[in-house]
């Protein structure tokens, strides 16, 4: 004869270990997504870690002094509200991805000017590219660049 209580408690069981397991993996995907919120003076290369954002930038980053910052093809950052990217002299972006793996630049929220964009000033380091980037989200949709 069938236990009918037996088998409500093991299916019970089951979906909280089923359930409790993909809460911690999402935990896990947040977990290893790095805030960036001071200025870059040294080089630094940015990794495709995860699905989704990988890094989110709070406030204007300056890239400063001769730092080099290096990303991975398929790496996406998300910037806070009126967030930037500022790249000074001497300094350079490196952003090459390719046409099935592109870099993406976005906003935390999918919002028109959500946040500032990417800016050179006064730069002509022959590192500077932005190869097979998004950039979406940004309030201007260029880039710019002033001397």
Same mark, same amino acid.
């Given at each position: ?15 909280? +270990?089923? /359930? ?11 977990? #290893?997504? %790095?805030? *960036? !919120?001071?200025?870059?003076? !040294? ?6 870690? +995860? ?5 989110? &930038?709070? =406030? ?7 730092? *080099? ?11 806070? @509200?009126?967030?930037?990217? %500022?790249?000074?002299? /001497?300094?350079? *972006?490196?952003? &090459? ?9 976005? =906003?935390? @929220? @999918? ?5 500032? =964009? &990417? !800016?050179?000033? #006064?730069?002509?380091? @022959?590192? #500077? +590219?932005?190869?097979?980037?998004? *950039? ?6 260029? &880039?710019?660049?002033?001397?």
């Amino acid at each position: 004869m069938i236990n009918l209580n037996k088998i409500a408690i093991t299916c019970l069981v089951l979906s909280y +270990v089923f /359930f409790t397991s993909c809460e911690k993996s999402e935990d896990t995907k947040i977990l #290893n997504t %790095e805030v *960036i !919120s001071k200025d870059i003076t !040294s080089n630094l290369t940015l990794n495709n870690n +995860v699905n989704g954002v990988d890094y989110i &930038i709070q =406030g204007c980053i300056e890239l400063k002094a001769s730092a *080099i910052l290096t990303i991975e093809a398929g790496t996406t950052i998300a910037f806070t @509200q009126n967030s930037c990217l %500022e790249v000074h002299e /001497f300094a350079a *972006i490196k952003a &090459i991805g390719t046409e099935t793996n592109p870099i993406t630049f976005t =906003g935390e @929220q @999918q919002t028109k000017g959500f946040w500032d =964009g &990417i !800016s050179f000033y #006064n730069t002509n380091n @022959q590192e #500077n +590219v932005l190869s097979h980037c998004i *950039i979406e989200y940004a309030r201007n949709a260029k &880039i710019k660049y002033s001397k």
